[in-house]
């Protein structure tokens, strides 16, 4: 068991899923640390259907364009995915267009 700043115990799972609930649930309105980052298992599974999104619908369209060095789609909120242009020093993103 863990536990953690605010007194609630948790196990310990091998669940990515269990762990950002449970997470998520501790940390419900209150920041850790006074920061701005808030973890809400609600986000998770709209992410996850963007980052699928992405992977099946552009991700390959972007890797195979004949200027791009490389491109992956990295663990972030907003789902986006990063790539890198021959001719260029910084990563370009792109985003799922607005439906």
């Given at each position: 068991?863990?536990?953690?700043r605010?007194?609630k115990?948790?196990?310990?799972y091998?669940?990515?899923?269990?762990?950002?609930?449970?997470?998520a649930?501790a940390?419900?309105?209150?920041?850790?640390?006074d920061?701005?980052?808030?973890?809400?298992?609600d986000?998770?599974?709209s992410v996850?259907?963007?980052?699928?999104?992405?992977r099946?619908?552009?991700?390959?369209?972007?890797?195979?364009?004949?200027?791009?060095?490389?491109?992956?789609?990295?663990?972030?909120?907003?789902?986006?995915i990063?790539?890198?242009?021959?001719n260029c020093?910084?990563?370009?993103a792109?985003?799922l267009?607005?439906?």
């Amino acid at each position: 068991m863990i536990k953690c700043r605010y007194g609630k115990l948790f196990k310990l799972y091998s669940d990515k899923i269990k762990i950002l609930k449970a997470a998520a649930n501790a940390l419900k309105d209150n920041p850790f640390l006074d920061s701005q980052i808030f973890i809400s298992d609600d986000v998770s599974k709209s992410v996850w259907k963007d980052r699928a999104k992405l992977r099946k619908d552009y991700l390959t369209g972007i890797k195979k364009r004949g200027n791009v060095e490389f491109a992956f789609i990295p663990w972030s909120v907003p789902a986006q995915i990063l790539f890198k242009e021959t001719n260029c020093s910084i990563l370009k993103a792109f985003k799922l267009p607005d439906e």
